[in-house]
């Protein structure tokens, strides 16, 4: 039995797909089917974790899978009341004009069009390369060492701070009495390791001009994996 679900770029789409997805983890059964890639489709952006958290779930669900084949059997849905984005105005004209409404919904059972299958593999290609990209992250625990007492440990953890690369993220900080009334910035981040080498990030960055005005060294305390 086909299921219809209309509007999904409004909040009363969207809860619709939420409700359908009550205790199930795909829109027409256990396996990722076509089902799911339409109405993926229309939904415009992931709905909120807080509003819609069957839907937000299973949105997630059918990004991590798209670059996968789909196994599951398609037993049928029609998506209803498109986004004026999603409106295809020349299609509707070249309809007879006593076409019924229903003609207006996409059918799933129907065959895609060579426009939709490009414009689906291009969508894959696109989410392939950046989970590629950023498939591998790891959280580092670092340790800043000021040259001595009367470092200014403000300015030091703001000038650590001011380095930005593409994949870092800096985290949580918290100063750790050393002894003699000195005290280190042990600090924590984030890399996309891919993207960012901690080995250049301290030997090219945190000790060099202008910041090893604050720093000594940096020694790596944890590194693992996430």
Known sequence: MAVTFSNLHTEAGLKSINDH???KTY???????KDDIKVYGAVLEQPSSDLYPNASKWYQTVSAKLASSFPGKAVG???GGSSP?????????????????????????????????KAAEAREAAKASTKKKESGKSSVLM?????DDE???????????SVEMEGLFWGASKLVPVGY????LQIMLTIIDDLVSVDTLIEERLTEEPINEYVQSCDIVAFNKI
Do not use: Q, Y
């Open 21 to 23: 997805l009550s205790g």
């Open 27 to 33: 829109i027409s059964g256990d396996e990722l089917t």
């Open 77 to 79: 849905v029609k998506v």
């Open 85 to 117: 984005a999603e409106a295809t105005p020349a299609k509707e004209a070249a309809k007879p004009a006593d076409d019924d409404d229903d003609d207006d919904d996409i059918d799933l059972f129907g065959e895609e069009t060579e426009e939709e299958k």
């Open 143 to 147: 340790d800043v060492k000021p040259w």
């Open 151 to 161: 470092t200014d440990m403000k300015k030091l953890e703001d000038a650590v701070r």
């Open 181 to 184: 009334g000195i005290k280190k």
